[in-house]
């Protein structure tokens, strides 16, 4: 486990930073804000996000070689922001044109660049030292802040935040155990996954007694 996390002295000190601010802040807004939501508002809430992000998928399927990959990206972006009311509905996904997992990390793996360490990013959480990397070009090559205003781009990432956690509220009781530990096996095998195309990982990330299979868009 020392070669995956190197610096995890640090990473637990930050974990513990950001555990105060998620109990403290952002779990409590993000539970207001699923009370508040319909259900129905606020899938319509992460659709718009997930909407946004389908030109980032685009341009990573191209720059990974993915043609095939870029061009159902391109018509999920088109009908989900045409038909589907900039994005508030998916009807892409009705219409059988799936979702094309794609991002910066991701294109980096292809490029041939090692994953690196595990780290723990202040607020931002759980991360490789590769998708870290590729979280923010992906967030700053992003339609928010290429093409808004600094005030509307930080709302948005804002909502997407909120949106974030609240989907996650109902795993809270699942955590059990050193929630370090329980957290980092979480996210290694998740984004293992992702980067597999859904296929989970054969290697054991962490201890036996955690062993999880958790899908994952924003890892």
Do not use: C
């Not at 700053?140 to 935040?161: C, G, K, L, M």
């Not at 329980?182 to 955690?210: C, K």
Request: proline fraction near 5%; aromatic fraction near 14%.
């Amino acid at each position: 486990m020392a070669e995956i996390d190197p610096w995890e002295s640090t990473n637990r000190k930050i974990f513990g930073f950001n555990r105060f601010f998620d109990r403290h802040l952002l779990r409590p807004v993000s539970a207001g804000y699923a009370k508040v939501m319909p259900d129905s508002a606020e899938r319509s809430v992460a659709n718009a996000v997930a909407n946004i992000y389908e030109v980032n998928r685009f341009l990573n399927s191209v720059l990974q070689g993915r043609p095939d990959s870029a061009a159902i990206s391109t018509a999920r972006f088109m009908v989900n922001t045409t038909v589907g009311v900039f994005g508030l509905f998916d009807v892409a996904t009705k219409m059988g044109i799936e979702v094309q997992r794609a991002d910066f990390g991701q294109t980096l793996m292809v490029w041939g660049v090692s994953s690196g360490p595990y780290v723990v990013l202040p607020f931002f959480g759980p991360r490789t030292a590769r998708s870290a990397t590729g979280y923010f070009v992906d967030t700053y090559a992003s339609i928010p802040a290429v093409a808004w205003d600094t005030t509307s781009a930080y709302a948005f990432w804002t909502v997407e935040a909120i949106s974030f956690r609240a989907g996650l509220l109902d795993y809270d009781e699942l955590i059990t155990g050193d929630e370090y530990v329980f957290m980092r096996s979480a996210y290694l095998q998740a984004r293992q996954t992702f980067l597999n195309g859904g296929v989970p990982p054969i290697e054991d990330f962490a201890d036996d007694e955690y062993d999880l299979d958790w899908d994952d868009e924003e890892l």
